[in-house]
């Protein structure tokens, strides 16, 4: 059954996009596993991804191979947060969303930290977590789907 993923990209988001992948480091500098980086090692094809970058939702992707360990991307180092040279590359198909869904289109019931990423408390509430990639619930797609039946490239189930 397909998992569904939601990835912070930021600065990387354009990048990965031309280049149809997904890149975490294996480490972090102090060599300590990082599980949002780890995740993409769970990712398998037919899985959709959900990628947001500079405070909107830009594409849905369709995972098309499983991570393989791989050298750190020409192109993406600059400006990088992590010196390592080595991680996980998951190739992805990425669908544009256009226009963009911004954060405060997605309604606050669904920015729920039990339904994905998001944070909870007094402030920033709904906020994406800090990190990379991680799991999605059926019940955050099947709700975002209803909200977005017109802005979505593709079907994410």
Not at 50 to 60: I, M, N
Not at 66 to 89: F, I, M
Request: hydrophobic share 35%.
């Amino acid at each position: 059954m397909p998992k569904y993923w939601w990835v912070n990209q930021g600065r990387t988001y354009e990048v990965q996009r031309a280049g149809g992948y997904l890149f975490a480091s294996s480490g972090s500098g102090s060599g300590r596993e990082v599980p949002s980086w780890e995740a993409l090692k769970q990712m398998l094809p037919g899985d959709t991804v959900f990628h947001y970058s500079e405070g909107l939702l830009r594409a849905l992707g369709k995972v098309s191979a499983p991570a393989e360990t791989a050298v750190h991307p020409d192109g993406e180092r600059e400006g990088a947060e992590v010196n390592a040279d080595n991680g996980y590359k998951v190739s992805v198909e990425y669908h544009q969303i256009d226009p963009p869904i911004s954060l405060d289109e997605i309604p606050l019931r669904l920015r729920d930290p039990k339904l994905g990423p998001f944070t909870k408390g007094k402030e920033r509430v709904g906020t994406p977590q800090q990190g990379y990639a991680f799991p999605l619930t059926n019940g955050f797609v099947m709700d975002f789907k209803k909200a977005f039946p017109d802005r979505l490239p593709i079907d994410p189930w």
